[in-house]
């Protein structure tokens, strides 16, 4: 059969990204408790095309992920890329994958423990353009109680669920939970999937005790993340669903990190 | 050319709806304060198959709506279920409307008027089965601050944005404006789109003094709708995006209005 | 501490369902190939509330959840069900559960294997009313190709992705994989994550010569459903995203089966 | 009352943009053909906060919106942009605005007219670096036609509705109108809310005998795009939902133009 995908493109235009987009699949990922978690992924691959190509090849991208099936952790995304950059013909690679991931956390008072879901994603590249890059990105859902509804109100302060939504590129591996830590802790408080009465009762207080503005908590996390020194560059973002408006608050900063 | 959708069907199943899904358009639709309100909507429309047909005409239910040009107030909904059962040769017509409609509010404190949007949906039917029916759906975001937390904390209580879902069906005409005021009466506070700092301060206190569970606030809702004599049949739920867990509250009641 | 919920409530009204809403869990499903799958779900859980106690306990719900260690297999529901009826001191409960549900593929000329996603739903309840319930619900994206657009033209047809969704309830056990077994047999082909060029041949021309409505798909899986014993109650519809339309063609019919 | 926002900020960081997200609101923008069309926005507003300040004045975002009623021409964002670093004491504004925008399009053989959606966003930056930057970006849906899959088979050609992206920045204005007409001319075939079986007929023929790739259409419109002197950089992506997977098949390319 024809080639088609072989033929000489009409318009001599390089692509930067051509593949496959949205691929739902399980996969397995490090977890610091139990050394692999199962979970699913959203998946989408990409390579370069030149302008001699008229096509990329959608399936070898697929062949590539059943391959490995499903093993997304760290050591494993590098050969991936090296994979689909020679199986493709490509100068250049690009994987994406989000998934949810799970981790346990301990009431506070109670000691109770529950499942806590945060949403990720590892977006890798290779070849394009000077050098190899891996952005990790975690989601975390935490309390944010507001600073002037404190001080001007007699009593109460409105507070609502924010979702932090932390970038960061590293020279060698930095685990999950460690940003999760970090973050929880630059919020008025973490948030828990269980709380028993006297747990809710610590948390509301603490909430009311640590009040923080969306910049306070972007700028807390900006400065923790600076101190890690495998991190290169960074971003922060937070979206506070406000409980007194149908809108967002939202705060955010980038920053490449200078090391001598 | 041979019309296919009139051959018949191979398997004599009468079907309950057929049409389009999902169609995006500019509407027009009646408002308390300035008589028409032009906003976008999300249609669809289906009527019902009889066995012996094997397909529906899809293109003449966007002739139908085009030929009423977007106009959709209520006394035009009926006019366009029977056009539908008419060009279509159905027994039954049912039609979904869903926008959002936008209304000013005046901030409680500084008097600062700005505009407030709620998504609304109306779904009409006609002749399926034993008479017409229109239901009025609005969603309403409140402010919600939680009786435990405020009980067992020595200072502050957890709160956040909650949205209230109310369908009615009704004999006579009711303002989408009175669901809304009924609702935002139920909740710890109502949400505006500007606050100037005496409003925050005055919302913070009126959520404070004013807790309510899901629960509380949906049984309120539903003994007020039930007031209301035109009202025949309502549902009422409300979710909560709890600010100390990534999940919802949600409490739910339907209830057939009995009237003598 | 003083029990909050367990006050009177204010107005006296009984309420349908109140509970947590978009908890993401990890769980385990049964599987015809694998005896157990791993995947994530999004559950959502709910009682009955009477007039005299003002609100439920939420944190039991996720205790209930979290004793099951997230095995929601169709032997566990009905303990569950029970479970949340006897901790929250309830006549009814409501269980639903949303998953992506893994299947491994063979294609069909080159014989390769890739993994298929089917979105999947449980809707439990006991009690509410007169007996237990439970519905599966299947989604399966299928191709569809147009029969009038087949037939008026001189070459090719339209043809696009379509969204089946399936519901079932049943009186004994029903594998998923027999539902969507079903579902693609009638559709004008089947979808697979993984094409070689020959299968992609294949597919295309089993496609045009096998052209279906909306209404055709919905219409043969009905009776086909209804020839399986188990099955008492049913609905079937379709999403077709039209390819020459920027909306969807919608077609769809439920049914209670009666049996002797 | 104190004000905390002017509190100095606990740690020094620059914040790069602080502000409301998702504001919802009706506005008009300007239609070649009827001058002016009232649509919906979702809105979002920033601009930077120094290291000094704790915290911006949300509400004072959504005054000027309330101030300029929902005017989102070209020539009222700049002025917008101005007002908001004037206000909020800033240095960098950054003004997000997507909405539906709706053109009458008439059929190609029947001559009827219908109303297509197209959803566009204007992206509007003072004062960030170096200068002032408008990006505007349009999504037009398409119908696509594979290429491989016609040449490979013996009769029929998978096709599909394809989503093509393009946002451009420019030294002009620029209609929106255009760039939808030379997204539409790179595909297989436009798509049309209404379509008679002649035009039905007349689309199915067009599309079979103009296969393009997710990788022609790019091009196509890259190149197309350099032609227009207004431009000075642009980004084309197409995300094609095929109709033989359950994912995509993506390409894109980005380009700075030089221009002499």
Request: with cysteine; glycine share 4%; charged share 30%.
């Amino acid at each position: 059969m024809n080639d088609v995908q072989k033929e000489t493109a009409e318009h001599e235009v390089d692509l930067d990204k051509v593949g496959v987009k949205d691929v739902r699949y399980p996969i397995d990922v490090l977890d610091k408790e139990n050394d692999i978690q199962h979970t699913v992924a959203n998946i989408s691959m990409y390579v370069d095309l030149p302008r001699h190509f008229r096509g990329t090849h959608m399936s070898r991208f697929i062949e590539i992920l059943d391959r490995h099936r499903g093993r997304m952790t760290l050591d494993n995304i590098g050969p991936i890329l090296t994979e689909m950059k020679e199986k493709l013909d490509a100068k250049s690679a690009h994987l994406e994958i989000a998934f949810p991931y799970f981790i346990e956390k301990t009431a506070p008072v109670s000691g109770q423990k529950s499942i806590m879901v945060y949403d990720c994603k590892l977006i890798a590249s290779q070849g394009g353009g000077d050098h190899d890059e891996l952005i990790v990105e975690v989601n975390v859902p935490v309390m944010s109680l507001c600073p002037c509804s404190k001080e001007i109100s007699d009593r109460g302060a409105h507070n609502q669920r924010s979702l932090v939504t932390v970038r960061i590129k590293t020279e060698a591996f930095v685990w999950i939970e460690d940003i999760i830590d970090l973050v929880e802790g630059a919020a008025s408080s973490d948030v828990y999937a269980l709380l028993k009465r006297e747990d809710e009762k610590y948390i509301t207080e603490k909430a009311y005790d640590n009040p923080r503005f969306a910049e306070d908590m972007v700028r807390q996390i900006a400065v923790e993340l600076e101190n890690i020194s495998e991190i290169t560059w960074f971003s922060v973002e937070t979206e506070n669903y406000e409980s007194i408006h149908n809108h967002s608050a939202y705060a955010a900063v980038s920053r490449q990190v200078k090391r001598s």
